[in-house]
């Protein structure tokens, strides 16, 4: 097995590629268009979601078997289809074209893998095995999901929005990232969790204050 070199992949307004209309390529396609991709979509039918998409113009069908031209100005593909003849065409031709491309359950026929993903606002954790276990994948993924709540997700906006007011009322550099790390080695994340958001607020500007 490769060793996979971690990434995260800005793919806002890319045309990416999903080979495949069963419920595994919606899953596919809807990951896709929540980063912003531009998608097309490649099989002879879809789900009914997808054709509810395709309808609502979020993405492109293009009905019918895959066809190496469909890969013309393509960033990314995803091949999840049943067929193995095709899944391995869908391979073949990308690779050749040093295109991006996973076909699913088939790390071999892979050049990128998708990782297990935990979201948690702009809070992203991912877990991969590098196509050796995607079962304990799965598992740590969960444990992940039961580790990191929501309160995660808050506090990380609550941060976003710190940042301008600190930037404005903190000039030094040294005393700005004193605070950040003071914030979040905090009990703030126990006080969101718990609803306590009076007592957020007090604490974050008694932190922001020892450094004024």
Do not use: H, W
């Not at 992940?144 to 600190?166: H, P, Q, S, T, V």
């Amino acid at each position: 097995m490769p060793r996979y070199y971690p990434a995260y992949l800005d793919i806002k307004d890319k045309r990416c590629l999903v080979v495949g209309g069963g419920a595994v390529a919606e899953r596919k396609v809807n990951s896709l268009l929540k980063c912003g991709a531009k998608v097309s979509v490649v099989s002879p039918d879809l789900t009914k979601r997808l054709k509810e998409l395709n309808s609502e113009r979020e993405i492109k069908f293009l009905k019918g078997e895959f066809k190496e031209k469909y890969l013309k100005d393509i960033f990314l593909v995803i091949g999840a289809t049943d067929k193995s003849n095709v899944n391995f065409k869908v391979y073949e031709s990308a690779n050749k074209k040093n295109i991006l491309v996973n076909i699913v359950d088939s790390p071999e026929l892979c050049n990128f893998i998708v990782p297990s993903v935990v979201e948690r606002g702009a809070l992203t954790i991912a877990v991969s095995t590098g196509g050796k276990s995607p079962a304990l994948s799965k598992k740590l993924r969960k444990e992940l999901e039961d580790r990191y709540g929501f309160e995660y997700a808050k506090f990380l906006n609550l941060m976003g929005n710190l940042r301008k007011r600190i930037s404005s009322e903190i000039m030094d550099k040294r005393k700005r990232e004193e605070i950040y790390k003071n914030l979040v080695d905090s009990d703030i994340i126990k006080l969101i969790r718990n609803g306590k958001d009076g007592q957020v607020k007090k604490r974050i500007d008694a932190i922001i204050k020892q450094k004024t």
